[in-house]
């Protein structure tokens, strides 16, 4: 038993170094998957040292005195991966402290006028209704989108003035010494993030929507090709591509839950000052549309993965070979859109092919006399035409993107740029009533 | 021209009246939409109004003095919605200031022992690694997830008596106060959140994912109506009750941006005192993984909307029979799941019937001569198979947690639990190889 338990406690302490490996291996990934992580840390220290010298050194001490420590807080709290981020609360904070100060220093005058009873009654009451109100205005979403950060700090500086402003005789002083220090903090932060290696939200937004739109263009491409080896030859399938194959096809899921990530950087992009390639009124609310649009395709894929893959499909060649290129195709058309949008240029998307194909595989199911022989791949077959309505829809709304914000490239027409993929004309073949044209009331733009 | 502009004006005049009804209505809403948003914002008024006094009278005062207001500062930002939240800032905020301040007082000791030009120097690279070390902690997943608040005030709390210190002899005095302040701060909100009209992150996420799965079962409860509507007779179809219809058809689309709120429920629930029937060690990773189901049930029911509504399906009244059937009945056995979850009894889920319905569409399908009859309801029929096969592990999940976290009712065995539908035989027929049994690689669980 006392063997047993050394013996456990040596493995134990055996374990530690293969352990603490795998800690650092772990680390290193996190620092290799995005190196900008390890530039942000070193900012935030040299911002910090940068103000903790407002702090330390004397000739500033005597200057601001113990408000100096605001600097540093506000620098720990208002320096943000992104520059909207920092911009975000720094502007928050800047406004909400000037606001709350003044109305702060109202109170006090207010509280002093009813006498040495009634000021703390009042002071009470009034930070007791402030803070309730302000606190409940965090749930409205227009506010808890932008302002959230501000009207925190507007309680805050609201409860503290009214407060203290009973002992500190200085308040007016006082407030002075805490704008300055919190503005000298607040354009610390607000300089290095801009200048030192700067993150864009924009930025990211813009890669992260495009990104996405890549992740379905693989997956397409892929279920071609795993089509083709799962109803054809099976020797060709070996294990390894597969593998490949598989993480190539899986990729597509990270788009699914991706909103929350593209709602905060598109609420940062908003506050950051014209970069780049990115201009002042750059349509940031298109890319939350284009990024529904592909959530929406994202999700279709996913049954379409459900369906098929469980599937051992014994279709005919043919039929396989018109869904195998619909869904090529679709993919490249993808393909060709994400870049265009990397590269900021028009976009100008082949969905022509995708297009005829899927006319192509009409006829074939038209004239096939035993459709119970094409039976497994009707489903997929029916999705990769819903696909193609959103690739479509997709193509037209990184169009308008495209125009909005003013990409270079091809001047397309209106006509041109709406009309690359026609609606699929409905109602005089039973099995084509699937249209791949997008039904408006599934756009989801939120 | 000046009329113009006088006239807009007074239009704009007389706009405001109703653009300030409108506002009021909007916060109104809010408050009717969960009205313990009200009590929340009532709740921070009072911890603040009480913190303030620690601050404000004279005695108080004496004892606690500047540092008073790390109460009032503590209480605005540690006070959260949820119990959850305010304890994981709470106790973020306590540990990390206990442990940064200490950190503090060493950094101190060590720079002193460098003589008075070597002070700055030291202190300011210690401040600089620490910061930049700690900033990139927050970047990993585990760190992010629950301490990041923690992180935030360590790099503060060290800064702040790393560069103080140089200034303030009596260092550990007002250490002392600090953490006193802070405690009585933190303290407070704890009390006032835990027993103050309680809102549990736990019950919430518990409720988000019941209700989750209850919008499915609507939707699928709500689709054989549909389907019956468009197949069959068009006079039973008057709007009022297709608007309804579509509302209710509709409100499964929030479960697919489900999964960032219940992320953050779970991360906060895991905080949480045992309350209710919720005990301490409440399996709350499981709700994830019911969770994922649910938002991969809803992708295909998107496919399903998608794809069926728009389509004018023509089908024999024998198979639209048999789809709706397999609709309705899948739809009220998630409701009886969503039901016995919500009241914290185990399920006991009855696909049977919706499995029965699923055999006889193949039947049907099996003995129909002319498939391209039925082919455009094919797809639906398809895809409703694959969300019986989710309902089954959804099924099977709300097993797992009622057994986990012990809820009341019938004891059933592990074949019963888990076997309630058998999957789906499969090979014999071309059309069934789309399997009911769900696919282990599909499951998200994160």
Redesign the interface.
């Known amino acids: 038993m006392e063997m047993n338990s050394q013996s456990q406690e040596k493995s134990y302490m055996a374990s530690i170094p293969s352990k603490l490996h795998e800690f650092i291996k772990?680390?290193k990934k996190?620092?290799e998957e995005d190196p900008r992580?390890?530039i942000?840390?070193?900012k935030?220290?040299?911002a910090?040292?940068l103000v903790?010298?407002f702090?330390?050194?004397r000739p500033l001490?005597n200057g601001f005195g113990?408000a100096g420590?605001w600097a540093?807080?506000t620098v720990?709290?208002v320096f943000e991966f992104t520059v909207g981020g920092t911009l975000s609360k720094s502007i928050n904070r800047g406004c909400a402290t000037l606001l709350a100060g003044a109305l702060g220093v109202g109170a006090e005058y207010l509280a002093g006028a009813c006498g040495e009873k009634g000021e703390?009654v009042v002071?009470?009451l009034l930070?007791?209704?402030?803070?309730?109100?302000s606190?409940?205005t965090r749930?409205?979403p227009n506010v808890k989108r932008k302002y959230d950060y501000g009207v925190?700090i507007f309680?805050?500086t609201f409860?503290?003035v009214?407060?203290?402003g009973?002992?500190v005789e200085q308040i007016l002083e006082l407030a002075h010494q805490r704008l300055s220090t919190i503005l000298i903090g607040g354009a610390t932060c607000m300089i290095i993030s801009i200048f030192v290696c700067p993150v864009w939200a924009g930025r990211d937004l813009h890669f992260l929507v495009a990104g996405n739109i890549e992740k379905l263009a693989a997956f397409l491409q892929g279920f071609g090709g795993e089509l083709l080896a799962c109803g054809g030859d099976e020797s060709s399938k070996d294990s390894s591509g597969t593998n490949v194959e598989k993480s190539l096809l899986k990729s597509y899921?990270s788009v699914?839950?991706s909103?929350?990530t593209e709602e905060s950087l598109a609420n940062f992009a908003w506050w950051e000052p014209p970069h780049g390639k990115f201009k002042l009124k750059h349509p940031w609310k298109q890319y939350s549309k284009i990024g529904g649009l592909t959530?929406?395709c994202a999700?279709?894929i996913?049954?379409?993965?459900?369906?098929t893959?469980?599937?051992?499909?014994?279709a005919p060649s043919e039929f396989t070979a018109q869904i195998r290129q619909m869904s090529t195709e679709s993919g490249k058309a993808l393909a060709e859109i994400a870049a265009a949008m990397k590269k900021m240029r028009r976009p100008e998307a082949h969905l022509q092919s995708a297009k005829a194909a899927a006319d192509r595989l009409r006829s074939v199911?038209q004239n096939s006399s035993d459709?119970?022989?094409v039976?497994?791949l009707?489903?997929a077959a029916?999705?990769l035409i819903?696909v193609i309505g959103f690739a479509d829809a997709i193509a037209a709304a990184v169009g308008d993107l495209a125009r909005e914000a003013g990409f270079e490239g091809v001047k397309t027409t209106e006509a041109h740029r709406r009309g690359i993929v026609s609606p699929v004309d409905d109602g005089e073949h039973?099995?084509v009533?699937?249209?791949a044209e997008l039904?408006e009331k599934?756009i989801?733009t939120t």
Chains 1, 2 share one sequence.
């Open positions: 772990k680390i996190i620092g992580r390890i942000h840390s070193t935030v220290g040299l910090l040292t903790s010298f702090y330390y050194f001490y113990q420590m540093v807080l720990v709290v703390p002071l009470g930070v007791f209704s402030l803070a309730a109100v606190t409940f749930f409205i925190l309680i805050l409860s503290l009214a407060v203290s009973y002992r899921k699914l839950n909103k929350a959530r929406e999700c279709l996913e049954s379409l993965n459900t369906n893959i469980t599937s051992k499909p014994l199911l459709l119970q022989e039976a497994p009707l489903v029916s999705v819903d039973v099995v009533e699937i249209q039904p599934n989801i």
